[in-house]
C-alpha cells in the first residue's frame, strides 16, 4: 500500500506552497465532525505527519484558522483542542451535502429564469443558490431555488434536449468541471483497482480516504450539480462519483478502526459515527 500511497501524497505536495489549512479542513470534514466534531492536537499530527507535513507547518496553519473563525482551541493542561466554529460548523454542513450526497434530482424540462432589476448586485448571492449567467441581468436555474424572492421571474421550456445541453453549457462551467472530474479520475484510477483487491488497513487506509475527499472537493464542490439531462452524454462527473464511492466504501472501515484506537478528544476516544456517515454516497 506504501506504493500505493507515495505517488498520491507526493501529488498532493506537487502544489504548492503546501496548503495545510485546507487538509485539516479536509480531515475535519471528512473524519472528525462525524464523530462529535472535537479532535486534540496529538491526534491531528499523528494523520498530518503521515502526510509529510511538519508540526510547525500544521500548529501554524491551526493558528490561522483559529484566528480566521473557522475553529476554536481550548487548553486542558498541556493538551490543545480543536472544534468548528459555529460559521464553520455552517459551511461545513453545506459542503458535506455536496461532496456526499446523492446526484441531483431529474430535471423538470424547464429552466428558471431570473430577471433582475439593477436595485443592487444579487448576483453572487443567486450563483450561491445554484444559478448560473446568460447576461448581466439574467440568471438561470435548473429548477426554483429558496432564497430567490425578489426578482422577476419566468419559465423556459427548451424546444429539444441539445438545446438545453447548449444553454447549461453557456450558463454554467460544465466543460471545466468536467476537465476536474476528469483529472481526478485520473489521479485516483490505480488506488481504485488497487484497493477492490487489497484494502489497506490502520493508519494508510485514513491517509487515503482524506487524499480522495481532498482531491475530490476541489471538483464537485465547483459543479453546480445539475440534471444529467443538462449534462454531456459522457459527463465524467458520474464516473468520478463512482470511482470515490467505491474507494470510500473500501477504505472507511479501517479508517474507522484507526480512529477507534487512536483519536482522542477533550473526554477521552471519539465517539461513533451517527447515521448520517453510513448515508454517505448512496444513492
Not at 506504501?2 to 485546507?22: K, Q, V
Not at 470515490?244 to 472501515?253: D, F, G, L
Request: glycine content about 10%.
Amino acid at each position: 500500500m506504501a506504493d500505493l500511497l507515495a505517488p498520491l501524497i507526493a501529488h498532493f505536495h506537487a502544489r504548492t506552497p503546501i496548503r495545510a489549512g485546507s487538509l485539516v479542513v479536509t480531515v475535519f470534514g471528512d473524519a472528525v465532525v462525524p464523530r462529535g466534531g472535537v479532535l486534540s492536537l496529538e491526534s491531528l499530527l499523528a494523520i498530518t505527519r503521515a502526510f509529510r507535513i511538519g508540526d510547525g507547518v500544521v500548529r501554524t496553519a491551526l493558528s490561522r484558522l483559529v484566528a480566521d473563525g473557522w475553529f476554536e482551541r481550548w487548553k486542558l493542561g498541556r493538551n490543545s483542542f480543536y472544534r468548528l466554529s459555529a460559521s464553520g460548523t455552517a459551511a461545513f454542513a453545506q459542503a458535506t451535502a455536496r461532496i456526499y450526497g446523492p446526484a441531483a434530482p431529474a430535471w423538470s424540462g424547464a429552466f428558471d429564469l431570473l430577471l433582475l432589476d439593477g436595485g443592487g448586485d444579487r448576483r453572487a448571492e443567486l450563483a450561491a443558490c445554484g444559478y448560473g449567467s446568460l447576461g448581466p441581468d439574467l440568471m438561470i436555474g435548473a429548477r426554483e431555488a429558496a432564497g430567490t424572492q425578489g426578482v422577476l421571474r419566468l419559465a423556459a421550456r427548451p424546444e429539444d434536449p441539445g438545446t438545453a445541453r447548449r444553454l447549461a453549457a453557456r450558463a454554467w462551467p460544465v466543460a471545466e468541471v468536467g476537465e476536474r472530474y476528469a483529472r481526478f479520475a485520473g489521479t485516483f484510477a490505480a488506488a481504485g483497482a488497487a484497493v477492490a483487491a487489497h484494502p489497506p488497513s490502520g493508519l494508510d487506509a485514513l491517509v487515503l480516504r482524506i487524499l480522495l475527499i481532498h482531491e475530490y472537493r476541489r471538483a464537485v464542490l465547483k459543479d453546480p450539480l445539475l440534471p444529467a439531462d443538462l449534462l454531456p452524454e459522457d459527463w465524467p462527473g458520474a464516473a468520478a462519483r463512482r470511482l470515490c464511492a467505491t474507494i470510500y466504501r473500501a477504505v472507511a472501515p479501517a479508517a474507522e478502526a484507526w480512529l477507534d484506537a487512536n483519536a482522542t478528544r477533550d473526554t477521552g476516544p471519539l465517539p461513533l459515527p451517527g447515521a448520517e456517515f453510513a448515508a454517505r454516497f448512496v444513492g
